[in-house]
């Protein structure tokens, strides 16, 4: 028996027919919980294939430390199962992975004074991936992202095979061709959606993806400044100040 399959089996729920009973969110903007999801994204990439290996073990890349950015930790009884990074794309602040990529195409939206939702680095861990709908939870972590900011658009960036599980289940259509991705060694397509068709056409069929004012609450507060949910100053409590945190993951401390 795995190590995730011993903490899901304490809870009476762990027949996962309500993953969200057993589910907590937790926003990583301190070096502890940044690391632990970089050694998950480690591992899970590795599994895939498409990342190198190095001895530290380690997966980030320079857009993790971007102020429009959101880096999510999944835990399922303290066990660190998943993680999702999620940018809000906004005309004063484009910077993501998915606008540097397709920038073509997501620049004229933007210059409309369209806002939209870029997750990326979406992984699970390899010990919990046959645990039902624990994906869904953690992608859900975008729909409850782009409610509280009130984005116009869902975007997400796919290996090709993945793309039908997309549009099923987000309601998302392609909206460019295969490119190269920072950081993978496999090209990626753009999907997109406005976030009203997501949420008129998902949430009803896979209520999952839904969740209440309450929830939103908990997790974000009342705060709508983006640039108060990453690794800066306001959040430097902790030795989690962007530059302390750099020279951290790159091996300088």
Not at 56 to 61: A, E, K, P, T
Not at 69 to 98: C, M, Q, W
Not at 144 to 151: D, G, K, N, R, T
Request: hydrophobic share 35%; charged share 25%.
């Amino acid at each position: 028996m795995s190590r995730f399959s011993r903490r899901i089996s304490r809870d009476p729920n762990s027949n996962n027919t309500d993953i969200l009973a057993i589910t907590d969110y937790h926003i990583a903007n301190n070096t502890k919980s940044r690391d632990d999801i970089y050694r998950l994204r480690y591992r899970s990439y590795r599994r895939e294939g498409i990342i190198s290996e190095n001895s530290r073990q380690f997966f980030f890349d320079k857009y993790d430390f971007d102020p429009n950015a959101v880096v999510f930790g999944t835990h399922i009884n303290d066990y660190l199962a998943g993680s999702i990074r999620i940018h809000l794309l906004s005309k004063e602040n484009p910077t993501s992975p998915a606008y540097d990529t397709y920038h073509d195409i997501l620049s004229p939206l933007l210059r409309n004074a369209e806002t939209m939702i870029d997750p990326s680095r979406f992984v699970i861990d390899p010990e919990a991936r046959t645990t039902p709908l624990l994906p869904f939870s953690v992608i859900r972590l975008a729909c409850m992202m782009a409610e509280h900011f009130e984005s116009d658009w869902m975007l997400a960036t796919v290996r090709p095979e993945h793309a039908a599980f997309y549009k099923r289940f987000c309601s998302l259509e392609p909206m460019s061709e295969l490119r190269p991705y920072p950081g993978l060694s496999c090209p990626l397509m753009l999907l997109g959606a406005r976030n009203k068709d997501v949420q008129d056409h998902v949430f009803a069929r896979y209520p999952i993806f839904s969740s209440t004012f309450a929830e939103r609450l908990a997790l974000f507060g009342t705060e709508r400044a983006i640039e108060r949910f990453g690794m800066g100053p306001a959040n430097d409590s902790d030795d989690n100040s962007p530059q302390l945190l750099r020279e951290h993951s790159s091996g300088q401390l």
